[in-house]
């Protein structure tokens, strides 16, 4: 019973996940929303009958994942904002890896895509979290002074890499279950990277 | 005179400069070989006539990127060779930005593209070149014992978001000067994790 309901997908939802899959393993420009209609199998116009224009299916697969939640604040310690940043971003990913893999196919063009300017603002948000919890790390006199910018392309670039392998493997594989990532022991890593390197007279 | 000579490109590097530029902007699999005709101002035919077939161009492109020197054993130093090693990297990248960016596109796709094959043994390459430096150095009792993957990643991957924020700032202010990188300041950045988190009895 259990399991016949989980296979009973809406409509709108067979769309999604057809459309993901295929701007995962295509890019997201090779697709069109016949490709889209065939993998879902249903008419083409239940597409525009669902999401109205293409506009509104890519808005409802990536609206949830352009949100960067605030609440790094929450604590006090530079810390573990920080932790809870990489930790928050990991996640994400982590659960979001097919979102995570169009973003990193389109984050490279520049022909003014639909998602390049979302793409962007994403990055300039995590950017500005990030060097706010460094600075008030370096003012409370924590953290050792290193340039933010690089620390930035140390923590994210190193989680992108460890991600990015995960799913590589996992598609080479022809593994058909659906993937999950224990990144857990990547962050135990970047954990001892961070108190390595940022914090002040660490052994 | 100087000038002149230097405007004067043969045919054949007109198609290949064109097809770089295109393929940068707009990803390998959405643009044709009209596009690139038309970019490069020559009859479609001419590309044939140069190069035969597409496979032909492609190659043409990519076959000294996807070279990986051995000569990093050279110095006996595993600390030396790792340094090389990055230095290599980031050079070789810097001055193949738009061939690093195409490839950064291509990689998360699974469609097996003409490109696919050769991304895996490049990126295979590299990791078998750190994994020996890396043992060498933890036998020599030289290196701290880490995961080497997580080396790996860390120091790809923060060399890959490096390279990606100076091709997207460069794209983005709309300069049409030719794009030069100056990796010194990140490679020393770098070199003091490295020897942070790598070396025994680091202070």
Chains 1, 2 share one sequence.
Not at 156 to 177: C, D, H, P
Request: charged share 20%; with cysteine.
């Amino acid at each position: 019973m259990a399991n016949s309901t989980k296979k009973k997908k809406s409509p709108s939802d067979r769309i999604k996940k057809a459309a993901l899959d295929l701007f995962c393993q295509f890019g997201f420009e090779s697709v069109s929303v016949r490709d889209i209609a065939l993998k879902a199998n249903i008419n083409v116009s239940m597409i525009s009958y669902y999401f109205n224009s293409n506009d509104n299916l890519y808005q409802a697969l990536f609206k949830d994942y352009f949100k960067v939640e605030n609440d790094f604040y929450d604590v006090d310690n530079p810390l573990e904002q920080l932790l809870n940043l990489i930790d928050f971003y990991l996640k994400t990913n982590c659960s979001n890896w097919q979102l995570f893999n169009i973003i990193c196919q389109e984050a490279g063009k520049s022909n003014n895509s639909l998602l390049s300017t979302e793409i962007f603002c994403l990055k300039e948000s995590y950017k500005n979290i990030f060097s706010k919890i460094l600075n008030k790390g370096f003012s409370a006199n924590i953290f050792t002074i290193h340039n933010s910018y690089y620390i930035f392309d140390l923590l994210i670039g190193s989680a992108n890499q460890f991600l990015f392998e995960q799913i590589s493997q996992y598609k080479s594989s022809g593994n058909k279950n659906e993937l999950v990532i224990d990144y857990k022991p990547f962050f135990d890593f970047q954990k001892k990277i961070i108190e390595n390197i940022l914090i002040k007279n660490a052994s």
